[in-house]
């Protein structure tokens, strides 16, 4: 069997705010049911894997809570048990992952609180 290869990512930008599920495409992951397993993460954040077949990988990034993350994103970091670390195309599965604000609710307010 070949070293898996990872050669992109779905979506490429998430909040760090609340959990998203993401899609690696690629090549090399095996197919659910298999004997061995399937880990990814992100900058230190586990992405726990739903579904997985040889040319793709969806998992479940958790929100990044109480604290973001000291890197936000990047490359992921993809290994299977039974093949070791997969090659990855950093140009191409680059997650940006950060806090957002994306409303204030009420526009003004007082400043005396």
Not at 3 to 24: C, D, E, G, M, R
């Amino acid at each position: 069997a070949a070293t898996p290869t990872v050669t992109a990512i779905a979506p490429a930008n998430v909040s760090a705010a609340v959990s998203a599920a993401v899609t690696l495409t690629g090549s090399g992951f095996g197919a659910d049911g298999a004997a061995d397993a399937v880990f990814v993460r992100f900058a230190g954040r586990a992405c726990a894997v739903t579904a997985r077949a040889d040319g793709e990988v969806v998992c479940w990034l958790p929100r990044a809570s109480p604290m973001p993350p000291a890197i936000a994103g990047g490359p992921p970091s993809v290994w299977r048990s039974t093949l070791g670390s997969a090659a990855v195309v950093e140009s191409a599965t680059t997650l940006t992952s950060e806090f957002q604000v994306l409303s204030v609710d009420p526009p003004a307010g007082s400043r005396a609180g």
